[in-house]
């Protein structure tokens, strides 16, 4: 069973940062892409950023800039700085991850429960 728990949103002002956290645990063998989605209300999910195990990142253009992922492949995890917010930031983030489990072999794309980030003056 594999798990990713998220953490690190929150209520801010805007122009200003929060950072995100995802940790996956469980039986890993390994991780490819790792990434960030969001939902705000009454819109579809959408890709935020990812970054593949060598390093490799893509972003919205909504973000760039403004936001930087990254990870520590020695801890399973990875990282959502987001500076500079903006209230239509505002929406419910999720980690993604696509993962090779260690019993079965199979690759798999998990997901994170989700963490509210609101951006309000």
């Known amino acids: 069973q594999v798990q990713l728990v998220e953490s690190g949103g929150g209520l801010v002002q805007p122009g200003e940062s929060l950072r995100l956290s995802c940790a996956a645990s469980g039986s890993i063998f390994s991780i490819n892409a790792m990434g960030w989605y969001r939902q705000a209300p009454g819109k579809q999910r959408e890709l935020v950023a990812k970054i593949l195990r060598g390093g490799t990142t893509n972003y919205a253009d909504s973000v760039k800039g403004r936001f930087t992922i990254s990870r520590d492949n020695t801890k399973n995890t990875v990282y959502l700085q987001m500076n500079s917010l903006k209230p239509e930031d505002t929406a419910v983030y999720y980690c993604?991850?696509?993962?090779?489990?260690?019993?079965?072999?199979?690759?798999?794309?998990?997901w994170g429960q989700g963490t509210q980030v609101t951006v309000s003056s």
């Open positions: 993604n991850a696509n993962i090779r489990d260690s019993r079965s072999w199979r690759d798999t794309a998990y």
